[in-house]
């Protein structure tokens, strides 16, 4: 994972809104659509677009479109390369 990746993803997760949308994907068994983040975060929904779009540029959730909906899950592929380049400072 290149620099440049760590550091988008580290600005991506330095937003606690984001934060909360990453945990709250998480632990709706994988997936959730925007609907129920707007509900949870009490967010407008153009701000809620807003921080998926941060966290999918990111690459740290995967937008799955399904006709008129679209559902998040985490990108574990990426989350496991962002902390494995942290345990490289393991000593």
Do not use: W
Request: proline content about 2%; glycine content about 4%.
């Amino acid at each position: 994972m290149s620099n440049s990746e760590i550091e988008k993803i580290s600005k991506a997760l330095g937003d606690p809104y984001r934060l909360q949308i990453m945990e709250a994907v998480k632990n709706k068994a994988g997936q959730m659509q925007c609907s129920a983040i707007v509900d949870m975060l009490h967010l407008a929904q153009p701000t809620i677009s807003h921080h998926i779009k941060q966290l999918v540029d990111a690459e740290l959730i995967i937008a799955q479109k399904e006709g008129r909906t679209t559902s998040y899950e985490i990108n574990q592929a990426v989350m496991d390369q962002y902390i494995g380049f942290f345990d490289t400072y393991k000593e």
